[in-house]
């Protein structure tokens, strides 16, 4: 009926009925975000990149440098990876079922990260990489992306499951090849008698091709350590961790850390105002959108001038404001710019300079040890 109704039909896999029973829960429509993590794209061609808010990098510190799955990642990108709480255990009335259950966060954000949310999947379809900027907030504390669930878990489904089967000792009397469907309850254990693991990630685009590999001149070639975290993963469920730290060689990559330390404080210098202004337009916008829907049927001749004049006003303040906009994030490119041309040239003279230097120190040496040697030959 949604369908007919023009709806789009719910796309949610209803898995927090089975988190809950890990002590887990994802909320819907949930991702996590951090601006110190965010990357640069473009959302499609010919368009100018942008920081995409779920689009993140995540480093050495967003790892559990504790647990061999992590340990000795460098470097996984997710996008829109969703968000994983810990909650309380279904069906759990205890504090003993509580202390069975181990949740070990594996991947998280920064403690800049947060979550934030959309009203549907279709949302992203259409996605505006400069409004979900405006529209986070940094966090406090990391967001968690992925867990590892360790104990002896209960059944999702203590009471069983209902399935249909064909019953072949009725039939249909029109037509005996065709039977009849019945009902029939399946039941298991309701709890494990063993400890069970289990690895969950908020997001499954992070092993994507897009993701975790490049095409290349030789081919595909692996992008990050997106790969090695799920083989990881997998090795280290099946009992045996012996090609992991082969497998995750630590640190290979060498960040600017110095360009992005300059390009998050040009960033954060005209966050403020930038977020100001657009809150200005979103007023205007907004002023503008109810004075147009103020007009009563039968008045619009009466009251029409008013508020074309007041509509110009405030279409004036709106150019006025964008272009306010696109010169402080001009200023912030001028400043990015300056503050990297100072370091380069920085870096282009030190060298000459070194040698310079040198070449001055050692000139004065022969200098000083050549006047030695003529006032000895003198005295001689």
């Given at each position: ?8 039909s ?157 019953d ?34 908020a ?58 330390r ?58 006025q ?8 994030k ?18 282009m003279l ?31």
């Open positions: 009926r949604a369908m007919q109704m023009g709806a789009p719910s796309q949610s896999s209803q898995l927090n009925q089975l988190l809950r029973t890990w002590g887990l829960e994802m909320p819907e429509n949930t991702f996590a975000g951090d601006r110190a993590l965010a990357l640069t794209a473009s959302i499609a061609k010919n368009h100018r990149p942008e920081k995409i808010i779920g689009f993140l990098a995540l480093t050495q510190d967003c790892f559990n440098s504790d647990n061999v799955i992590t340990a000795d990642l460098n470097r996984v990108r997710v996008l829109f990876a969703g968000v994983l709480r810990k909650a309380v255990i279904a069906d759990s009335n205890d504090q003993q079922g509580e202390a069975q259950i181990k949740r070990t966060p594996l991947l998280m954000t920064t403690a800049r990260g947060n979550s934030f949310s959309v009203s549907s999947p279709y949302e992203l379809m259409m996605l505006n990489p400069a409004s979900l900027m405006n529209k986070f907030y940094d966090g406090h504390e990391p967001v968690s992306m992925g867990y590892l669930v360790t104990g002896k878990f209960k059944s999702s489904f203590p009471d069983g499951i209902e399935i249909k089967v064909k072949k000792s009725s039939s249909d009397a029109n037509d005996p090849n065709q039977s009849v469907e019945k009902t029939k309850r399946i039941t298991g254990l309701t709890q494990a008698q063993q400890d069970c693991a289990v690895v969950v990630f997001d499954v685009d992070f092993i994507s091709d897009m993701l975790a590999y490049q095409d290349s001149f030789f081919g595909k070639t692996v992008v990050a350590d997106n790969a090695a975290l799920m083989l990881n993963a997998i090795e280290d469920l099946s009992g045996s961790s012996d090609l992991i730290s082969i497998r995750s060689r630590g640190n290979f990559r060498r960040p600017f850390t110095v360009i992005d300059i390009e998050q404080q040009a960033e954060a210098e005209t966050a403020e105002e930038e977020a100001k202004i657009n809150a200005e337009i979103a007023g205007f916008q907004n002023e503008l959108k109810s004075i147009l829907t103020s007009a009563k049927n039968g008045e619009e001749e009466v009251i029409g001038s008013s508020i074309l004049q007041k509509r110009k006003d405030l279409e004036l303040k709106i150019h404001a964008k272009r306010k906009l696109r010169q402080v001009m200023n912030r490119r001028r400043l990015i710019e300056h503050k990297g041309n100072v370091l380069r040239n920085f870096n030190m060298a000459p300079a070194m040698i310079l230097i040198i070449a001055v120190v050692l000139g004065i040496r022969r200098s000083v040890k050549k006047r030695h040697y003529v006032s000895h030959t003198s005295n001689a």
